[in-house]
Every structure is written in structure tokens, then in C-alpha cells.
Nanobody, 121 residues
């Protein structure tokens, strides 16, 4: 079974920074897109940032210029550096990955359990 283990969430003051990490483990042949999503109380889950296997990136407009997504493909790990945090960034952040179990297997999707981020003074 493939698992995503997230870390790095917590409480931070407005203007502060946090770095989230997410490591994939289990029966993996290759990992393709990896990304971060978030869900604030009473709202739908939304895309924050995604990074492809070739390191192309895409960001939500609300985080452009403040958040940076990166990956270490050798470790099947994705990171989210969050700077200039705002109260509206408060949410549970979920890691997502698409992977294959073998060269010819279908692309599968897996989600992490989520890590809470609270931006408050």
C-alpha cells in the first residue's frame, strides 16, 4: 500500500513562514504529479500548487509569489515553502500524488491525511 506522510504544519503569526513536507512510501515504480491542496473550514478543497515529474509547476493565484513547491524525486518527496502567510491561508493542507506500481500499470492517486496550518496572532 502506498502512503503519503505529511509534516511541518502548525501555528504561525501573520507574515511568518512554514515548510511542509510529504514523503511517499510503499510499492511505487514511478511518481508523476505531486501537489498540495487545502481545505478551510466550511469550504471546498482547493488546489494550492502542483509539480510535475519534469518539475513544471502550477500555483493558485492566491499563493503566487508567496509559496514555492519543489520535489526530491529520488526520495519521492514534495515540499511546500510558505512565506508571507496570511490568516486566509489557514486550512488543513493535503498532499496528493499520482503514481504507477509498474511500467505498464495504470496511474493511481493517493492522498495524505492532512496537516493543519493556522495563521493567527
Amino acid at each position: 500500500q502506498v502512503q503519503l506522510v505529511e509534516s511541518g504544519g502548525g501555528l504561525v503569526q501573520p507574515g511568518g513562514s512554514l515548510r511542509l513536507s510529504c514523503a511517499a512510501s510503499g510499492r511505487i515504480f514511478s511518481v508523476h504529479d505531486m501537489g498540495w491542496y487545502r481545505q478551510a473550514p466550511g469550504k471546498q478543497r482547493e488546489l494550492v500548487a502542483v509539480i510535475g515529474s519534469g518539475s513544471s509547476t502550477n500555483y493558485a493565484d492566491s499563493v503566487k509569489g508567496r509559496f514555492t513547491i519543489s520535489r526530491d524525486s529520488a526520495k519521492n518527496t514534495v515540499y511546500l515553502q510558505m512565506n508571507s502567510l496570511k490568516p486566509e491561508d489557514t486550512a488543513v493542507y493535503y498532499c496528493n500524488a499520482n503514481y504507477r506500481r509498474s511500467p505498464t500499470a495504470s496511474l493511481l492517486e493517493v492522498w495524505g491525511q492532512g496537516t493543519p496550518v493556522t495563521v493567527s496572532s
